[in-house]
């Protein structure tokens, strides 16, 4: 009896810790506006809120699949472990945000903004991202599969065994990082500039690659291009 008395109360508290107040659903739908708003585990899937104000509100483990999120603002927002499945979220500002353990697949991230953002575990597989902004993000175990990443920006990241697979890079900026512990197998990474950058390791020679996109890189072991053996450091 003991220990079913402590588990309904443990029940109890998390469904309190995860429950969202009603008075923030209420005004985000009506004004598009909720900053600093509690929407923890809300359902927000489908909804429209094109131009919307959520700066630092919390909507962790909430339901955003399918909504439009185009050109809101999510800065510092808390979005942990969210569902933002197959998302309108072109141009949406998510500075400083919080995306740990996030799934954006298959979403349209178009010239959205994650500069300094927490994107740990997160899921981008299959999204469309072109000219997307991860400057100074935390990337580590990020997940990018088969993700359209023509014109990124990752200057300053941390990546940690950030999976690129299949992913297009064309024309990225991948500046003063460490790329030596990354997936980036059947990657597309022509035109990509990898100045400062530790490179170590990794194979380009098949790819559209100048010298002066490794300017100033740590390329010790690696396959480039120009050079028919690996470079040895």
């Not at 927490?118 to 990018?144: H, M, P, Q």
Request: net charge neutral; aromatic share 10%.
């Amino acid at each position: 009896m003991k220990y079913f008395l402590l588990l309904i109360t443990l029940l109890l508290i998390n469904s309190i810790v995860l429950a969202y107040d009603e008075k923030d659903f209420l005004r985000l739908k009506e004004t598009k506006s909720c900053v600093a708003c509690d929407l923890t585990n809300a359902n927000l899937s489908k909804m429209n809120l094109k131009n919307a104000n959520l700066s630092g509100a919390n909507l962790s483990f909430s339901n955003l699949s399918s909504t439009n999120l185009s050109n809101a603002d999510l800065s510092y927002s808390k979005l942990v472990k969210s569902k933002i499945y197959i998302a309108n979220l072109q141009k949406t500002n998510f500075e400083g945000a919080n995306l740990t353990e996030a799934r954006l697949n298959g979403s349209s991230l178009n010239k959205a903004n994650f500069i300094d953002a927490t994107l740990v575990s997160a899921v981008f597989s299959k999204s469309e991202a072109e000219e997307v902004i991860f400057d100074g993000a935390n990337l580590k175990y990020t997940k990018f599969r088969g993700a359209n990443l023509k014109k990124a920006k990752f200057s300053g990241s941390t990546l940690l065994l950030t999976d690129f697979s299949s992913a297009d890079l064309t024309g990225s900026e991948m500046k003063a990082i460490d790329l030596s512990n990354s997936i980036f197998v059947s990657a597309k990474l022509d035109m990509v500039n990898f100045s400062y950058s530790d490179v170590s390791g990794m194979n380009f020679a098949k790819f559209m690659l100048k010298e002066s996109d490794f300017a100033n890189s740590i390329t010790c072991d690696a396959m480039l291009p120009w050079n028919n053996e690996r470079i040895i450091c």
